[in-house]
């Protein structure tokens, strides 16, 4: 059965391309265009974006800055995100709406759970901004946070491959894929497809979490159609 709402945790490093950071137009454009053709088969879409691609927040510790203030450039690089993605997913025929967990109001509209609702209800895609609002939290987190709080059924959680593998594939060939994983595997095995946190959070609020790849056209459609290739965490 295709999901009413789903929240999606798109990595800030899917929108930078084959160049590695910042923002890649033609990359930006092709997210932007699965984005619109789910939204316009009538899913409620929340989207949580990473900064990873501008500044991550770990990074900082070895410039010279504190956890705090690292983490607070990098709630910043969520937001510029953010912004290009609503522009982006409106051009692709979609209303988006980029609400953010830092107040910036000349920029965005402040998030508020009662106005991500109506707008989800409204049938916009919205863009979630600013992590949690407080440092030492990851976006994953945040997108757990997110999840449960609009009350969506499904974690969607977009990476660069097909769906949680034992260890990097990229790096270690004899990786096992998995299919399925209840929170309580993916906790115990350390997985690190999303941080323990993330995992916890979304066990207690029963989410089901879909791991897919990001990087074929269309494949955003196709998972919530419960066609394409991904490994299910279930509670």
Same mark, same amino acid.
């Given at each position: 059965?295709?999901? #009413? +709402?789903v @929240?999606?945790? &798109? *990595?800030?490093?899917?929108?930078a391309?084959?160049? %590695?950071?910042?923002?890649?137009?033609?990359?930006?454009?092709?997210?932007?265009?699965?984005?619109?053709?789910?939204?316009?088969?009538?899913?409620?879409i929340?989207?949580?974006?990473?900064?990873?691609?501008?500044?991550r927040?770990?990074?900082?510790?070895?410039?010279?800055?504190?956890r705090?203030?690292?983490?607070?450039?990098?709630?910043?690089?969520?937001?510029?995100?953010?912004?290009?993605?609503e522009?982006?997913?409106?051009?692709?025929?979609?209303?988006?709406?980029?609400?953010?967990?830092?107040?910036?109001?000349?920029?965005?509209?402040?998030?508020?759970? #009662? +106005?991500? @609702?109506?707008? &989800? *209800?409204?049938g916009?895609v919205?863009?979630?901004? %600013?992590g949690t609002?407080?440092?030492?939290?990851?976006?994953?987190?945040?997108?757990?946070?997110?999840?449960?709080?609009?009350?969506c059924?499904?974690?969607?959680?977009?990476?660069?491959?097909?769906?949680?593998?034992?260890?990097?594939?990229?790096?270690?060939?004899?990786?096992?894929?998995?299919?399925?994983?209840?929170?309580?595997?993916?906790?115990?095995?350390?997985?690190?497809?999303?941080?323990?946190?993330?995992?916890?959070?979304?066990?207690d609020?029963a989410?089901?979490?879909?791991?897919?790849?990001?990087?074929?056209?269309?494949?955003?459609?196709?998972?919530? +159609?419960?066609?394409?290739?991904?490994?299910?965490?279930?509670?």
């Amino acid at each position: 059965m295709r999901p #009413k +709402r789903v @929240l999606v945790k &798109l *990595s800030g490093e899917a929108l930078a391309g084959p160049q %590695g950071n910042g923002l890649d137009g033609a990359t930006l454009t092709a997210l932007a265009a699965d984005i619109s053709h789910a939204s316009r088969e009538g899913v409620e879409i929340g989207i949580v974006v990473g900064g990873g691609n501008f500044f991550r927040g770990v990074q900082g510790l070895t410039k010279g800055l504190d956890r705090t203030s690292a983490d607070s450039i990098g709630m910043l690089g969520t937001v510029m995100n953010a912004l290009a993605l609503e522009h982006a997913i409106e051009s692709a025929g979609a209303p988006a709406r980029a609400m953010s967990a830092v107040p910036m109001p000349s920029l965005c509209e402040s998030y508020a759970r #009662k +106005r991500a @609702l109506d707008h &989800l *209800s409204n049938g916009k895609v919205v863009i979630l901004g %600013g992590g949690t609002g407080n440092p030492y939290f990851t976006t994953d987190t945040g997108a757990a946070l997110r999840a449960a709080e609009l009350d969506c059924s499904h974690l969607l959680k977009a990476t660069q491959v097909d769906g949680v593998y034992s260890a990097d594939p990229k790096k270690d060939p004899s990786a096992t894929r998995y299919d399925t994983l209840t929170h309580e595997d993916a906790i115990k095995r350390d997985l690190k497809v999303m941080d323990t946190a993330a995992f916890a959070l979304a066990r207690d609020a029963a989410l089901t979490i879909v791991v897919f790849s990001i990087a074929a056209p269309g494949m955003l459609a196709a998972v919530l +159609r419960g066609e394409g290739r991904a490994t299910y965490v279930t509670p």
